[in-house]
């Protein structure tokens, strides 16, 4: 086999491929898609050559499929990501994920007076612009671009 | 959520704000009635803001209205450590309407979230103060008997002057053109030039209060630089006499020019421009209980 062309990951029988993560985001992805809890199997590949990004991160998840809403929490880190679902070896859906128009939850208001930094209450920010990404906290209006966004 | 909570006047349209101001324009030919009679109204005050405060409990107290609540939060609930969500939702049970304050930007909105009577937000943090707005929106409404196509100058701390943001997003509507004056560490921050530019309203922006601006404009509207947005005292030494406004300086001013601001002043107002008949600060001040009471009486759906 060309080596070039082997896989540097082994291939799934059935579950989630995603693929393109920019290798910043990689773990913060699977922490977003809540993968530090589950059983399955779940291999994290970092820093894999890509012709796309020059290098990139991926995750394969067995047997396990996602919602829409759930992978598209990864999104606003992610927004190059293209996710596989692979049933019996074979890629039977293959699509970008999709930044919602509003995010819940998974992003921490920067603003230190807000008061989603004060109560045991979730966050709530708009998408204000998507190229480039800007969002903007649903309580204090503050706006921050989607790279300086930080995660809970 | 009550759909006639006031949390943001970039939440009410166009048609809501004259209506508002007609309402207000009602209240100022009739302070006194009974419009709230047998009405409970929480005044929550998380930060103590008396000016304001009295101002609302004067609003409701003129229509009869009966008032609940705390000026000081070391002597509520909050200080013993209870959220935000449980003390609203406390009150909530026993009044018709919740008038909060709070030290925290967007409690305001979350309070809106968790019950169903209406908010209305007296001011949280650096953010909204939408009442302030609407009396600020009156005041300009009377002096000049419009609203659209005036030319309004913003001066001193526009960079955490929560009023001239408000006051900008208000104006949208209206055709304004601003001039922004403030030294470079107060200046207009870039989110409210962008998004003057995304609504085609004009400004210019200067360091310099002079003659020119002055005597172009129809409103100057003066804010204090507050000793409480600095983290650095010596900053604030530096920049609070910057933009202090003398009578001589209004001599070649419009005759329909009429200078707002918010209050309290402390020197950025010369004492000698009291006299002049352009200062309408203290009647602006006046505005805001009619302006208060259309703000109840809509939040009410009376």
């Known amino acids: 086999m060309n080596p070039e062309k082997q896989l540097a990951v082994a291939a799934l029988q059935n579950g989630t491929v995603i693929d393109h993560i920019p290798c910043e985001a990689v773990y913060r992805s699977a922490r977003i898609l809540g993968l530090e809890d589950t059983t399955h199997a779940v291999t994290i590949g970092c820093n894999l050559t890509s012709r796309k990004l020059g290098r990139k991160g991926i995750i394969k998840v067995a047997d396990m499929e996602f919602d829409a809403d759930t992978l598209n929490r990864i999104a606003l880190i992610a927004p190059t990501a293209v996710v596989n679902i692979i049933r019996d070896y074979e890629v039977v859906e293959k699509r970008p994920v999709e930044l919602p128009d509003r995010i819940m939850g998974i992003v921490r208001c920067n603003n230190p007076k807000c008061i989603s930094n004060h109560q045991p209450m979730a966050t709530k920010f708009d998408v204000i612009s998507r190229e480039p990404v800007v969002i903007r906290c649903h309580y204090c209006n503050h706006s921050v671009s989607g790279a300086d966004a930080k995660t809970i | ?302």
Not at chain 2, 130 to 157: A, C, E, H
Not at chain 2, 209 to 214: G, K, Y
Not at chain 2, 243 to 254: D, E, F, I
């Open chain 2, 1 to 302: 959520m009550n759909p006639n909570s006031f949390v943001s006047i970039a939440d009410i349209t166009e048609d809501e704000i004259r209506h508002l101001l007609e309402r207000a324009r009602y209240f100022e030919e009739h302070p006194n009635s009974k419009i709230l009679d047998g009405k409970v109204v929480a005044t929550l005050f998380f930060e103590p803001s008396t000016r304001t405060r009295l101002s609302f409990e004067t609003a409701v107290n003129r229509l009869c209205g009966r008032i609940i609540g705390f000026s000081d939060p070391g002597s509520s609930s909050t200080s013993k450590g209870e959220t935000l969500k449980d003390t609203i939702k406390m009150v909530s049970n026993y009044a018709d309407l919740i008038v909060m304050r709070h030290y925290l930007e967007g409690a305001a909105r979350y309070a809106t979230e968790v019950t169903d009577i209406p908010i209305i937000n007296a001011g949280d943090g650096a953010n909204q103060h939408p009442s302030q707005t609407m009396l600020d929106l009156y005041s300009i409404y009377k002096t000049q008997g419009r609203l659209d196509n005036l030319v309004i100058t913003l001066v001193g701390d526009l960079k955490y002057g929560r009023t001239v943001h408000s006051m900008l997003q208000a104006m949208k509507y209206f055709k304004p053109r601003f001039n922004f004056v403030a030294s470079h560490e107060l200046a207009m921050p870039q989110e409210y030039k962008d998004f003057c530019r995304a609504e085609g309203i004009p400004f210019t922006e200067t360091t310099d209060f002079s003659a020119d601006v002055i005597n172009q404009s129809d409103i100057i509207y003066m804010t204090r630089v507050q000793r409480e947005r600095f983290t650095d005292p010596v900053e604030y030494e530096r920049v609070k006499d910057l933009y202090t406004l003398h009578n001589a300086m209004l001599a070649g001013s419009k005759p329909n020019l009429r200078i707002l601001h918010p209050l309290p002043r402390v020197n950025e107002i010369d004492v000698d421009v009291d006299d002049n008949p352009k200062a309408y600060y203290f009647e602006q001040a006046r505005n805001g209980l009619f302006a208060r009471q259309a703000i109840i009486t809509r939040a009410l759906g009376l």
